[in-house]
């Protein structure tokens, strides 16, 4: 029960500790929301271009696929850059002597970085909704957000094996996690559908749980599919996510004893 | 009780730069059969030149490093195979004062003490109560740490250390660069702590005179051995050819300790 008590305090310190950081960089965070909803919004402008029918379904596309990418890139970032951060500032010998378990301080950091991702992305969509009129009649919003719940997962899992590279290597590490995070990007069909990629990138797309996302999100908002005919893809996300969680946490301890074997723990190694 | 049982133990690391992707180059042998005994309570010093292997043998305690062999236990548990049960005993106050610096001396003891389970209240009274000990400004607690000198952040430093109530304290240079007054602070501190708390520390300085102030026993490391081990009075009678602690280390090594500080400063 102490012992409860004691993770769930560790917990609590790791999200204090990051939303104390927000406060202390706010200016950095004002400016992020601001950058991240104009670029939400040119993206969406595209969508206008093209003058005649479907113009708002165009708008609507573009404007998930820009909401989707802040939310899970913003969830990618902040947990595999969790390493990182700690590495930079100094005090990651200090978070990891403490006594307490890893996957406690990992959750700590992947439920900061859920309601932060949350919250920047809220900040976009108060843009999108300012600046266009989207066609919702039909949409069915409860069904893209147990899809957009469901993807978190495998998300997490995702930014707990990025987390690993800064301790592998603290420079180059850093660099891998951007280059993952560009790739999903690329061929995950955040703005366009992934048929217009190279054949051998949709291969890539298929590995990417941000590709089924986005397309049950769209056929729940854009078509309003119920949420009964999105449940293959829901339980396909928590199916990844069980399994890339693991893997990320085990990954992880891995990484870590490898740093504890090399000394690449300390701030410059 | 012995509070830290040393065998044998041997550290070594493959040169910076290196990546999992390159061709490996030899490893530099950081430590090499290191074994030693302190009992519980005392204060144990570490001396040695830039790089001759002490803040790996803090990190080897504080279960930071793995040994390559030998073994290390502190309080009969083993650093390897009871990591947790180690961090539970120990706190660590190092060279840099490692904090986020755009957060308060409060926000970052409180991070401290919410990863060890305090309880926030009771830790903010304990941690102000050690850093009034201290004498560090009250009005300095909740402003940034970068606004705070070098002094005071170790200060910060040595509260977050003793607010989890450590029984084994590894003080890893926790004067260097400092200035005279705050030195002194920290110096007296540490023998309040010593008395107050009972509590075993491990001391790696580059100051003869805190080492022949605060140490029971003294040990001198270069190249990652120990080449002597003794109290400071039997190491200056012995080495120090009529100059003290500060003769010996000369005599020992062969390298001045004050250019060291100058260095690590």
Redesign the interface.
Known sequence: MISLRSEGRAMGAVISRNFSLIRRYLGWEVVFAFYNAVNALTIALIGLAEPGPGQGERVLYLAIGALLWNFLSVLFFEISNSVMWERWEGTIEYSFMAPVRRITYLLGVCAYAVVYGLARTLVVLLGIFLLFHLPLAHADIGGALLVLAAASLPFIGLGLLGAIMPMLSAERGAQATQVIQGVLLLVSGIYYPISVLPHWLQTVAWFSPATYTLTAVRQAVLQGTAPGALLATVLGLLGAGLILVPIGVWAFHIAERYALRTGKLKRNG | MLAIECVDVAKS??P?GD??FRRKREKVAALQGISFAMPEGECFGILGPNGSGKS?LI?LM?????PDSGQMRVFGRDVVTAP??V??L?H?V?V?A??????SAQ?NL???????????QTARRHAQEILDRLGLPRAKYRA?LEEMSRGQQQKVAIA?ALLTSPTLLLLDEPTTGLDPRSRRDVQAFVEDIRRDYRASIVLCTHDMQEAQRLCDRVAVLRDGRFIALDTPEELAAAHGGGQGLEGAFLALTGEDPNDEEELDA
């Open positions: 690391f493959r910076e990546s999992p790996t990190r504080c279960t930071l490093l793995l947790q049960e961090r539970r120990i660590r190092s840099e490692s904090f986020f610096k755009k957060l926000e409180d991070y401290a003490a919410g990863l060890y389970g305090l309880d926030r940034p977050r």
